[in-house]
């Protein structure tokens, strides 16, 4: 018999690249204002680091993150990283809210990248999320992104294969 899960199941035991998503609690925008936002990036690149987990692509919004990274050598640590990054940034917001002990975060997705095409795929869907969700016309135009950063400084022909792989068919919770 399969067990049946609550939640998605989690498997870090291979090195590589992951792709992340997570939402809030019953899609409640709790990082709504540019210091809300501002402060969940410091955190993410404060905990990337302190973790050795390579970001590669980010967009966080005010109800819900994408972000695809490299693993250290132990790829068993993202489980340690996601839960530091959503006990800190749901006591930081709390604190900003007056709300002391409030649920902000409910679960989170995560998929081991292991094909190439996978890959660019996924990059190009982080990268262009924020225009997905109509936020902005150009990805590059949203600051909690890492799309002007990836615009700037990919070299151009990888920025190009990148931007130009296809995401409407892409397999990918984002019910926000």
Do not use: C
């Amino acid at each position: 018999m399969q067990k049946w899960l609550h939640a998605p199941e989690h498997r870090f035991n291979e090195k590589g690249i992951y792709m992340v998503t997570a939402g809030t609690y019953q899609k409640a925008h709790f990082f709504k204002s540019d210091k809300e936002l501002e402060l969940l990036q410091d955190l993410l690149f404060s905990l990337a680091t302190h973790y050795q987990w390579n970001l590669e692509a980010w967009a966080l919004f005010p109800n819900h993150y994408h972000f695809i990274a490299r693993s250290p050598e132990n790829a068993s640590s993202l489980k340690k990283f996601l839960i530091h990054f959503h006990a800190n940034s749901a006591r930081k917001i709390n604190l900003l809210h007056h709300t002391p002990g409030r649920q902000v975060w409910f679960q989170y997705w995560d998929k081991h990248l292991t094909f190439h095409n996978s890959y660019l795929t996924r990059l190009n869907y982080v990268i262009q999320n924020p225009v997905k969700h109509k936020l902005v016309k150009e990805a590059g135009l949203y600051k909690w992104s890492s799309a002007s950063w990836f615009e700037q400084f990919a070299e151009k022909t990888y920025y190009k294969t990148v931007i130009n792989f296809k995401i409407d068919d892409v397999d990918i919770y984002d019910d926000f």
